[in-house]
């Protein structure tokens, strides 16, 4: 096995969650509107520090798309997964593009997340003091 090379990326970033390898900048993002399995996944143009599995037709919300899952080069965890075709021509804006399972990857918007959910739940605490 050949010598693994990271890069590390400088502004905001989407880190694997499992080992902080450095992902995708937030300047690529092409959309947030996307699901998977886990929830929210987000569409992006360029990725690093990943290695590709096997190509596989997959059925999706949107229609029956060739992919390749992609993994983790610091720890091997799966990430998303990237377009290699779409078989519908509505979709083919995704071919060469990523998809990163925000599940699966810790980012900017995270913190913001986090504090969102507990006010949520400090309301909902409230709220059920008064009764």
């Known amino acids: 096995m050949g010598r693994v ?6 502004g905001k970033i989407y880190n694997c969650k499992h080992c902080q390898t450095h992902l995708a900048l937030v300047k690529d993002i ?26 596989e037709d997959r059925m999706m919300i949107t229609g029956l798309h060739t992919v390749v899952d992609l993994f983790c080069v610091g720890c091997g965890a799966i990430v998303g997964w990237k377009y290699e075709f ?21 980012g900017p918007d995270e913190n ?7 006010v949520a739940q400090a309301n909902v605490s409230d709220d059920g003091d008064d009764d």
């Not at 947030?32 to 143009?45: E, S």
């Not at 519908?88 to 995704?94: G, I, V």
């Not at 913001?112 to 507990?118: A, D, F, G, I, K």
């Open 5 to 10: 090379y990271v890069i590390n990326l400088e």
């Open 30 to 55: 092409v959309s947030r509107n996307f699901t998977c399995r886990h929830g929210k996944a987000y569409l992006f143009d360029k990725v690093v520090n990943v290695n590709v599995g096997v190509k």
């Open 86 to 106: 779409a078989h519908e021509k509505a979709q083919k804006y995704k071919v060469g593009k990523f998809i990163l399972e925000r599940y699966r990857v810790s």
């Open 112 to 118: 913001n997340s986090r504090l969102n959910l507990e």
